[in-house]
């Protein structure tokens, strides 16, 4: 078996197989570099318009604010949170109070 190997290395076929390695280690490299690159731009974008919708909402109802520092909130606040959690099912949300009860 071990003197096939060496046989095979010493013919014209070895430039083929280094070659081919060499191919192959580049695409897979690719890959996995295109697949991580992917996901981390996935995961910044994601971060980037969740923090700019939180930012939306509280520059439209600052009350909001309010109602994460002590827990209390009005009518106003407390429906415009049941309207924005029913917006889409993209980004979802729970907030709990200061117990570690969902409010």
Same mark, same amino acid.
Do not use: C, E, H, Y
């Given at each position: 078996?071990? +003197?096939r190997l060496i046989q095979f290395l010493n013919t014209e076929?070895?430039?083929? =197989?280094?070659? =081919?390695v060499s191919i192959a280690i580049a695409v897979l490299g690719g890959m996995f570099l295109c697949n991580f690159?992917?996901?981390?731009m996935l995961r910044d +974008? =994601?971060?980037n318009t969740s923090?700019?919708?939180?930012?939306?909402?509280?520059a439209r109802n600052p009350d909001i604010?309010?109602?994460f520092s002590?827990?209390?909130s009005s009518k106003q606040t407390r429906h415009m949170l049941d309207e924005v959690s029913q917006v889409g099912d993209i980004y979802r949300f729970r907030?709990?109070?200061?117990?570690?009860?969902?409010?």
């Open positions: 078996m071990k +003197n076929r070895r430039g083929f =197989a280094i070659l =081919a690159l992917l996901g981390k +974008n =994601a971060q923090s700019a919708w939180v930012s939306m909402l509280v604010l309010k109602f002590d827990g209390t907030i709990w109070d200061r117990t570690g009860r969902l409010t």
